[in-house]
């Protein structure tokens, strides 16, 4: 059983920055995750991959991303970030932390960001 917490959402301006941070607790330890994402989704819009890693640290970005956002991870692999920049209202959602492999698909709550010009 693993547990994620995203965190680091908030208010920010058009042009901002905020890091987001997906903590994992459990058994995250036993948790090989092949992989790591994150993912938002905006009221009345369908959920959209921000950017994943892979458990080899192959990393790939969504449209959303647009060159602004950097994933990355910590050594043990229990947490995620999301480094995003040049931040627009258009960002303004809830973004999710996922850990995935075969058998396991866990996701966190959310953390909510909201740009404003």
């Known amino acids: 059983q693993v547990h994620l917490v995203e965190s680091g959402g908030g208010f920010v301006q058009t042009g901002g920055s905020l890091r987001l941070s997906c903590a994992a607790s459990g058994s995250i330890s036993s948790f090989n995750a092949i992989a790591m994402r994150w993912y938002?989704?905006?009221p009345g819009k369908q959920r959209e991959v921000v950017a994943a890693m892979t458990s080899y640290g192959?990393?790939?970005y969504g449209p959303p991303a647009k060159g602004r956002f950097t994933i990355s991870r910590n050594n043990a692999k229990d947490t995620l970030y999301l480094?995003?920049?040049s931040l627009e209202p258009e960002d303004?959602?809830?973004?999710?932390?996922?850990?995935w492999n075969w058998e396991n698909d866990y996701w966190g709550q959310g953390t909510q960001v909201t740009v404003s010009s």
Not at 92 to 99: D, E, G, K, Q, R
């Open 58 to 60: 192959d990393t790939t």
């Open 83 to 85: 480094e995003m920049n």
């Open 40 to 42: 938002r989704q905006a």
């Open 92 to 99: 303004t959602a809830v973004y999710y932390c996922n850990f």
